[in-house]
């Protein structure tokens, strides 16, 4: 069974920053080699859920979104199962909660949209005060 649990969400002022992780469980080191690629979203009150990056097992490539380049770095752990957000310079509208998503059988997911996703986790908190 394929579970993703993430953690690292809180409250900071405007200017701090937060690191988030995603831990993920239930795929087999076969398909880490063909390709996982997990993702972060967010979705703050009243508003759609937004991709923001994500990143292949297959081999370490990333993607993001124009509105977090420069702030938010996208990194995996040596054993592939935990995905992290470092979140800098954080802002009052990156409040939201945030969600790591897993695809596979895939070496890159070019349109962080929801539907190219498999898996999700049920998320954390970020709320950043002004």
């Known amino acids: 069974e394929v579970q993703l649990v993430e953690s690292g969400g809180g409250s900071v002022q405007a200017g701090g920053s937060l690191r988030l992780s995603c831990l993920v469980s239930g795929f087999t080191d076969y398909d880490y080699t063909k390709g996982i690629v997990t993702g972060w979203f967010r979705q703050a009150p009243g508003k759609e859920r937004e991709g923001l990056s994500c990143?292949?097992?297959?081999?370490?490539?990333?993607n993001y979104a124009d509105s977090v380049k420069g702030r938010f770095t996208i990194a995996s752990g040596s054993a592939k199962t935990a995905v992290y957000l470092q979140m800098n310079n954080l802002k009052p509208e990156d409040t939201a909660v945030y969600y790591c998503a897993v695809t596979y059988g895939t070496q890159m997911v070019v349109e962080l949209e929801e539907n190219e996703f498999d898996y999700w986790g049920k998320g954390t908190l970020v709320i950043v005060s002004s």
């Open positions: 990143i292949s097992s297959y081999d370490g490539s990333t």
